[in-house]
């Protein structure tokens, strides 16, 4: 059989499998594109299980497009914690004001205009633009690249962008239109996280592809594809973290609006694993009549290429008013200001000794 009617055939038995079998997800409700982009930037990196209550909750807190492009960066930001990659936030509220301004509310339906949106990727574009609009395009991300590679023994690096192109051009080859796009794109989705896993041996029994692949048929050896390159060491940072506190609320500050964890607060810390009396003089630095340190939990925090590797500090101070920060209990950091989970220890931590 050639390859292209192998291919149409598989996109036939996506289609039909999630028709037949496709859980129901809330942002399968609907075709809705508000609902999908926002599902879509929320899968990015992150399960689906944990993905559904922020959805959930982020659909009360922003129910339109329009909601959500007039959001407060602070209010956006507690909804998104927990979630990681607060680019991703970010970037939803800054494409939600170009649908907004640009497009007067209504998402543009072409997969080209969909690109134009902040944070919208080939991947999300073709995502929206099939599920939504019943476009003739493919969604390929990493369940697509895998699936395609088993299908065919393709031993082309899943990190080539000219691999990934020639297969979105396959794929768009051959694929449909109307709700058939819709379903054949969640086909898609549904079979790669169910049965095409990402780690360990593929579920090759009940999977709709294995009659047409070349793993699921046994003539070639799932763990050779998709063919990953190995990836580079992280690197590792230590961290001294400053739990300064007047014995009721800790004192946090904003980080800068450009980098790592842009935007969001955090205990102050500083690179370096200080002892008791270089906390105390880091605090001192930032303004702080700090006399002693008493040492913390440790903590350890993994981005995609850093390792924070931290160990803290609970620096007491009689009540202070310091630039650049605020004093905050730990129920008013749990309910008020966004806590990257890089610090989440060190709020469970204050928060079971407060007890």
Request: hydrophobic letters at 40%.
């Amino acid at each position: 059989m050639e390859k292209k009617d192998l291919l149409a055939r598989a996109l036939v038995a996506a289609k039909d499998f999630y028709r037949e079998n496709g859980r129901p997800l809330p942002w399968r409700r609907d075709r809705e594109p508000y609902h999908i982009f926002l599902s879509e930037i929320m899968l990015q990196q992150t399960r689906v299980e944990a993905v559904i209550p922020y959805y959930e909750k982020f659909l009360i807190l922003f129910p339109t497009v329009a909601d959500l492009a007039s959001a407060e960066e602070d209010v956006l930001f507690k909804a998104w914690e927990g979630l990681g990659y607060y680019s991703r936030a970010r970037n939803l509220k800054k494409a939600a004001e170009r649908v907004v301004h640009h497009y007067g509310g209504v998402f543009p339906d072409t997969f080209d205009e969909l690109l134009t949106l902040p944070g919208v990727g080939k991947y999300t574009a073709g995502a929206i633009a099939s599920i939504s609009f019943g476009r003739k395009k493919s969604a390929v991300d990493g369940n697509a690249i895998r699936i395609y590679s088993r299908l065919f023994a393709d031993g082309r690096s899943a990190g080539d962008e000219v691999f990934k192109g020639s297969i979105t051009e396959a794929l768009d080859a051959v694929y449909p239109e109307g709700s058939a796009a819709a379903d054949t794109t969640q086909g898609l989705m549904e079979i790669g996280q169910r049965f095409c896993l990402p780690n360990g041996a593929p579920r090759c029994e009940g999977c709709p592809f294995a009659p047409l692949c070349a793993v699921g048929k046994g003539e070639a050896d799932y763990r050779l594809y998709p063919n990953k390159e190995k990836k580079k060491a992280r690197r590792i940072l230590p961290r001294t973290v400053l739990l300064i506190t007047d014995g009721e609320g800790f004192y946090i500050r904003k980080r800068p609006k450009t980098g790592l964890l842009a935007g969001l607060w955090e205990f102050p810390a500083v690179d370096g694993h200080l002892t008791d009396g270089g906390a105390t003089e880091a605090a001192r630095a930032l303004g702080f009549e700090v006399d002693g340190a008493i040492e913390g939990v440790m903590g350890k925090h993994i981005f995609t290429h850093l390792e924070w590797h931290m160990k803290s500090f609970i620096l007491p101070v009689p009540n202070a008013d310091t630039d650049g920060f605020v004093r905050a209990t730990p129920k008013e950091m749990e309910n008020t200001y966004a806590i990257p989970s890089a610090f989440r220890v060190f709020l469970d931590y204050i928060k079971e000794n407060k007890q």
